[in-house]
């Protein structure tokens, strides 16, 4: 049952930065309202640490409160935005004083060259090591939801989520009109999703967040071009279920009622469990959740009774569709974004070489350049022609397409693409801002652009067993366009997350062989024309 209570994943708090300007309404929503269930207190985050490896939390233990937090942050990849006036990680939502919920932000916000950008993919984000702390760190007083968080895998690797796996699992949980399902329903999807996931430990779909100013120039959505855009799509992670609960009548007994009437309710061995359960429990609260959760042990009758009589609790339908003008701006700021400029001198001239090298190597998918830039035009590319990881179009069914298009389309229709053609390739992604949107292919694989346009050095580091690399957070490589990795030989492969591995489910480095045939003064020409963009 538990492991249909997963994630919930999006939206967060902001106010005027220090000079008092205004932030844009959809970042004011994105960091001043909650609109989801995973919530900690701000004492519980500065505590974490505690969950770290002995030797990590020996650091921790050592460090001042100032240096304390900034391990915090760059252990779990998270990043502040000056611009919010406060402290708190961009990846939440809250103000001083009130809970932290994680939001969009969390995935899509990064930094380059020391700056927090918006949009920017999060390269350095620790989402399993995150969530998972959290909920150890909350020990008995975690929800069914939390419960839920330490049975899937949120991302294998740093900066790589299975933001899709989200939707998908919290998609089961909803009837079409974003209602919650009866505790059957969400039993159901739970068990479905409970053998979806055990059979895939590994994760289902790491995937690289993509930079949020792509939206603009494109009519569809997601690497299979399968959503017609919509700010819908946001509304995925707001949808989860965060703990059952006594229906009413049932839960005043349970929390005040005389032990005959639990007798004739739960009878007399499950009643004198509850008695003893009640006077231990700190809070109503907790009681009741410990209530639910003793069950687990009860016996097969004893636990359909309890299904009798508990519902479902969490952010309602009505709630979610309360907020359509919320989730409206946040989709305008998005659609406002623009890159980032590149940072450094670009050898003009250079660029203009790397120009005509681009409309002849790369203009067919990604748009040709006239002189202001490519002119993109959406291409889905072939699995057999692309040979990227083909995971991602290959593991989504037309039962989650189908889904997702009644959730999209409760009041409106919003073209959802047959999952036949969908699962055809990827479409091709504009590339304004490409230069600091490191690492590249959907799964993050690749952590240059030279990497990527130098197919054979590529190659045969994959068939050495050897495209193994690690990064230093917040160094990027102004030579090969991209983060400053190291390579590692076969003999260095561990389990570790802060590895990019190829051999890891979803994260082939093959593929992508378009620039194959251009030499390294080609490609020093083509990386500079790729700076302007």
């Given amino acids: ?18 000079d008092d300007a205004p932030l844009p309404a959809g970042l004011r929503i994105l960091y001043e309202q909650p609109m989801q269930s995973f919530s900690l207190e701000r004492e519980l985050f500065e505590d974490l640490w505690r969950q770290w490896p002995a030797e990590q939390r020996a ?3 050592a460090a001042d409160a100032a240096t304390r937090y900034r391990m915090l942050l760059d252990h779990y990849g998270l990043h502040l935005d000056p611009r919010r006036g406060n402290d708190i990680p961009a990846a939440f939502s809250g103000v001083p004083g009130s809970p932290w919920t994680l939001n969009c932000l969390a995935c899509h916000g990064g930094s380059v060259e020391g700056t927090f950008v918006p949009g920017l993919p999060n390269n350095t ?12 760190a ?118 005040e009622g005389d032990p005959a009437k639990l007798r004739e309710l739960f009878g007399e061995a499950r009643a004198a469990r509850i008695l003893a359960l009640r006077e231990a429990a700190p809070s109503n609260e907790s009681f009741e959740r410990d209530v639910i959760r003793d069950f687990r042990d009860a016996g097969l009758l004893e636990r359909a009774s309890l299904l009798r009589r508990v519902r479902t609790n969490g952010i309602t339908g009505e709630e979610v569709r309360s907020w359509d003008d919320e989730f409206e ?7 406002d974004l623009a890159p980032p ?21 790369c203009a067919e998918c990604h748009g040709r350049d006239t002189g202001s830039g490519p002119r993109y035009r959406p291409k889905r590319v072939a699995l057999d022609r692309v040979v990227t ?31 036949a053609e969908a699962d055809r390739g990827y479409v091709a992604p504009p590339l ?29 580091r994959i068939e050495a067993g050897a495209h193994l690399w690690t990064f230093e957070p917040g160094a990027h490589d102004h030579e090969r366009l991209g983060l400053q990795a190291t390579y590692l030989t076969p003999a260095d492969r561990t389990a570790d997350p802060r590895l990019h591995d190829s051999e890891r489910r979803g994260m082939s480095a093959q593929g992508h062989d378009f620039a194959r045939d251009l030499d390294a003064k080609e490609r020093r020409a083509l990386l500079e024309y790729l700076k302007t963009l």
């Fill in 389 to 419: 990881d083909p995971l991602y179009p290959t593991a989504l069914d037309q039962g989650f397409r189908d889904r997702l298009e009644g959730f999209l389309t409760f009041d409106g229709a919003i073209e959802v693409v047959p999952d």
């Fill in 125 to 136: 984000l620790m989402l399993e090591d995150l969530v998972t702390d959290v909920a150890r």
């Fill in 329 to 335: 701006a946040i989709y305008d700021f998005i659609l």
């Fill in 432 to 460: 304004r801002g490409i230069w600091a949107t490191a690492p590249y292919l959907h799964n993050g694989s690749v952590p240059t652009l030279e990497d990527l346009l130098d197919y054979d050095t590529r190659t045969a």
């Fill in 59 to 61: 650091r921790a233990e």
């Fill in 138 to 255: 909350k020990g008995k007083e975690r929800t069914l939801l939390e419960d839920g968080m330490l049975l899937a895998n949120m991302g294998h690797t740093i900066g790589v989520t299975e933001a899709t796996l989200f939707g998908e699992l919290l998609l089961g949980l909803r009837q079409p009109n974003l209602d919650l399902k009866s505790v059957a329903g969400v039993t159901a999807a739970g068990v479905a999703n409970a053998a979806r996931m055990a059979a895939h430990p590994d994760g289902l779909l790491p995937l690289d967040a993509p930079a949020w100013w792509q939206l603009r120039d494109k009519t569809h959505m997601y690497l299979d071009g399968s959503v017609q855009r919509n700010h819908r799509t946001v509304m995925q992670f707001a949808l989860g279920i965060n703990d059952l609960v006594f229906e009413d009548g049932v839960r005043e007994t349970l929390l």
């Fill in 1 to 18: 049952m538990t492991a249909a209570l997963l994630l919930l994943l999006h939206l967060g708090p902001a106010a005027a930065g220090p």
């Fill in 341 to 361: 400029p590149y940072p450094r001198p670009i050898d003009r001239d250079l660029a203009e070489t790397g120009r005509g090298l681009f409309n002849q190597t």
